[in-house]
C-alpha cells in the first residue's frame, strides 16, 4: 500500500475575511448554515456559531431589534476576543501574596526564602490563590517584581532545567540517502528503473519467514521473494539475488524505509564488484 509523507492537517483554522465575505453573501440568500458549511468545507457549528457571535442587533423601521451578520463587523468582533485571550496574570490573581512575599523578603535580617513563603501563604489562607515557587521564581527573573534576584542570595544554587535542547540524538538508523534527495525522474514516476522495496511480515518476529517485494514506480511491475527471515544480512541477500538475475542496468535507484532489516544494503554489489545504484531511505512510501 502506497501512502504519502504529507504530514497531519490541522483539524481547526480560524475563519478568514473571505470566508466571512462568502458566509455574509450566502446567509442575505438565505442559504442554511449545512449548506454555506458544506461549501466553504467547514463544519456546520463552526458557521452556525459564526453566524451568533458576528451579528449585529439592528433597529428595523417597525422599530423592532433584529440581528444581521456584516462580514467586516464580525472581523472587528473577531480581533478583539483574540486580542482579550490571554491568560490573568499571577499577579492580578494575587496580589495579596506577592505584597506578603516582598515584605518578608526586604525584611532585615530575611528569615523566608520564596519557597517557604509559597508554603507558609498556603497554608494560612488555603483558599486565596498562590502560584508555585517555579512561577514566582520566573516573575523575579522577567523583573515583575519589586524583588531582585540579588535579594535571593539562594537563588544561584537551584538547579534549574533549560529550555533549550543540549543535545540532540542522531538517528542511528540512517541507512541511506534522504528521501528528499531522490530524482525527480523517480518521485513524479516519468522514467522506468526507480524501485521500492518492503517487507511483509507474518509473526513479528525477525526469525520468521516473511516476503520481500520490490516495485517498479512506473510500470508496478512486482518482484516478490519469500525469505527465511528478515535479518539484515538475509534481506541483502535477497536484493542481491534479484539484482543478479534481472541485472543492475534495470535498477537506478531503490528506495526502502528506515528499517534495521534494510541496514546491509550498502553491501549489494553489481556483476563488475560494483553497485553504483542510489538507495534511499524514508519514513512512509509516497
Not at 115 to 143: L, N, Q
Not at 177 to 192: G, L
Request: proline content about 5%; glycine content about 6%.
Amino acid at each position: 500500500m502506497t501512502q504519502n509523507q504529507n504530514t497531519t492537517s490541522r483539524t481547526y483554522q480560524q475563519l478568514q475575511p473571505c470566508e466571512r465575505g462568502e458566509i455574509m453573501a450566502l446567509h442575505n440568500e438565505n442559504w442554511p448554515a449545512s449548506q454555506i458549511a458544506q461549501k466553504l468545507h467547514r463544519d456546520r457549528s463552526t458557521i452556525t456559531r459564526e453566524l451568533n457571535r458576528g451579528a449585529t442587533r439592528q433597529i428595523g423601521a417597525n422599530h423592532k431589534p433584529y440581528h444581521v451578520y456584516y462580514a467586516e463587523t464580525a472581523q472587528i468582533l473577531h480581533g478583539d476576543r483574540r486580542a482579550a485571550c490571554h491568560a490573568v496574570s499571577w499577579t492580578d490573581k494575587a496580589p495579596e501574596f506577592f505584597d506578603y512575599l516582598t515584605s518578608e523578603l526586604h525584611k532585615k535580617p530575611r528569615e523566608q526564602s520564596v519557597d517557604t513563603c509559597v508554603h507558609k501563604y498556603k497554608m494560612a489562607w488555603p483558599d486565596r490563590p498562590c502560584p508555585s515557587t517555579p512561577t514566582v521564581y520566573c516573575y523575579i527573573d522577567a523583573g515583575l517584581l519589586d524583588v531582585t534576584n540579588s535579594d535571593l542570595p539562594m537563588k544561584l544554587r537551584r538547579h534549574v532545567r533549560s529550555g533549550q535542547k543540549t543535545h540532540q540524538r542522531k538517528n542511528k538508523r540512517a541507512l541511506g540517502k534522504s528521501i528528499e534527495d531522490r530524482p525527480a525522474a523517480a518521485n513524479d514516476r516519468t522514467e522506468i528503473g526507480h524501485w521500492e522495496g518492503d517487507l511483509v511480515k507474518g509473526k513479528r518476529v525477525a526469525s520468521e519467514p516473511a516476503l520481500l517485494t520490490l516495485t517498479e514506480r512506473v510500470s508496478r511491475y512486482e518482484i516478490i521473494l519469500k525469505i527465511a527471515n528478515y535479518h539484515a544480512d538475509t534481506c541483502r541477500q535477497a536484493v542481491q539475488d534479484a539484482i543478479d538475475d534481472y541485472g543492475p542496468e534495470h535498477f537506478k535507484t531503490l528506495t526502502f524505509d528506515n528499517g534495521s532489516e534494510f541496514a546491509d544494503l550498502s553491501k549489494v554489489q553489481g556483476d563488475n564488484g560494483l553497485f553504483r545504484t542510489p538507495i534511499f531511505t524514508l519514513g512512509t512510501r509516497d
